[in-house]
């Protein structure tokens, strides 16, 4: 079975400065990786994704994360974040190619201080 | 293009009242259909999942139900809310095959009190 472990429940930042947010998971086989944006009482949002080909992907709102398989590590960056990034982020997989069900991280509260 | 409608956006119901939440989804066929909650400053839990009409299939046996009586439609349900079952509800869809990546619906804030 696949797992997720987001290591920060928390990470406050100032603003203009760059953050990692940190994702790894378990699994023995092919899977594919998403990180989700959640804004206070909203649903969540995909940042981007990871399905094969390039490790490194660029999401919307200035986000990209690599995927590194030898450490299955798929890391959330952004060089310089703002007040408006402020929000709940989870890191989720799933089986690659046949994946019905998503597992998630239990999410890292990204606080932006200006 | 395909969206995900859930209402109500909040919700307040006493301690052994019903529940029923509704999720629709448009642009899109035979969808696999979730139901997680999201407890306060907890993540996301999985309540039900549906890959087609009528098949359900539950993750957390609980005083909570779904069903799936049309192919965009999926209900989630209760006989009597408990105060533990307060929280944050969110729906969600996918195509199949993992490529596509959830699409959430905007949630129901439900408060039992």
């Known amino acids: 079975a696949q797992s997720v472990t987001q290591l920060d429940s928390q990470v406050p930042v100032f603003e203009e400065a760059p953050v990692e947010l940190r994702c790894n998971y378990s699994s023995s086989v092919s899977v594919y990786l998403f990180w989700y944006v959640q804004y206070p009482n909203q649903g969540l949002q995909l940042l981007l994704k990871?399905?094969?080909?390039?490790?490194l992907v660029k999401g919307i709102n200035g986000f990209e994360a690599e995927f590194n398989k030898s450490q299955t590590s798929f890391h959330l960056r952004k060089p310089s974040v703002h007040i408006s990034d402020t929000a709940e982020y989870f890191c989720?997989?799933?089986?690659?190619?046949?994946?019905?069900?998503?597992?998630f991280g239990t999410g890292t509260s990204l606080t932006v201080i200006p | 293009s395909q969206t995900i409608h859930q209402w109500p956006a909040t919700l307040v119901q006493p301690v052994g009242s019903p529940l029923s939440l509704e999720c629709t989804v448009e642009g899109t066929s035979n969808p696999n259909l979730y139901w997680y909650r999201q407890a306060a400053g907890r993540g996301l839990q999985l309540l039900f999942y549906s890959v087609g009409i009528g098949q359900i299939s539950s993750e957390v046996p609980q005083n909570l139900s779904a069903s799936r009586p049309q192919d965009r439609q999926f209900i989630l349900s209760s006989k009597k809310l408990l105060l533990s079952d307060s929280g944050f509800y969110l729906c969600?869809?996918?195509?199949?095959?993992?490529?596509?990546?959830?699409?959430f619906g905007s949630g129901t804030r439900l408060t039992v009190v």
């Open positions: 989720a997989v799933t089986l690659g190619g046949t994946g019905n069900q998503f597992y």
């Open positions: 990871y399905l094969s080909g390039s490790t």
């Open positions: 969600a869809w996918t195509r199949g095959g993992g490529d596509y990546g959830y699409t």
